[in-house]
């Protein structure tokens, strides 16, 4: 297939230089508002966690202050690592009551699964903050 006259090799399309360095501008940015769209939902669940129950179930209070988020980068991929650190605190959320053996949580409406029933209630707002902070603005 030959090349049309009218088009000569090695033209290019003025501005796409200040185009493209604007288009990877904007996806640096998008990529820094995606990481603070996961900071907020790591607030919206630790703070859903002290409201809603089940709530974080306190003894000596180590559990609850033991909450932690890390950011951290593969290459072109990032994320957000969050959780409990005291070593008992998956000994705690799966805690769930065994037949006749009642737990005797000692603050009220506190229980097991606390971080996975605020994950699942709050799935749809933190995909809309995650989503509203990833916009091209």
């Keep these: 297939m030959a090349i049309p006259k009218s088009i000569k090799p090695n033209t290019g399309i003025k501005g796409m230089d200040i185009v493209l ?80 053996k009642v737990i005797n949580w000692s603050r009220p409406d506190s229980g097991p699964k606390f971080f996975e029933a605020s994950l699942k209630r709050n799935k749809e707002r933190i995909l809309q903050e995650i989503a509203d902070n990833a916009t091209i603005k």
């Design 21 to 100: 360095s604007n288009l990877n501008k904007e996806i640096k940015a998008i990529e820094g508002r995606s990481m603070q769209g996961l900071i907020r939902a790591a607030i919206i669940l630790r703070a859903d966690m002290d409201t809603t129950p089940p709530l974080i179930p306190i003894d000596t209070g180590n559990l609850r202050s033991s909450w932690f988020t890390t950011n951290f980068r593969q290459g072109t991929m990032f994320g957000l690592t969050m959780g409990f650190s005291a070593n008992y605190a998956v000994f705690v959320h799966e805690m769930v009551d065994k037949g006749s």
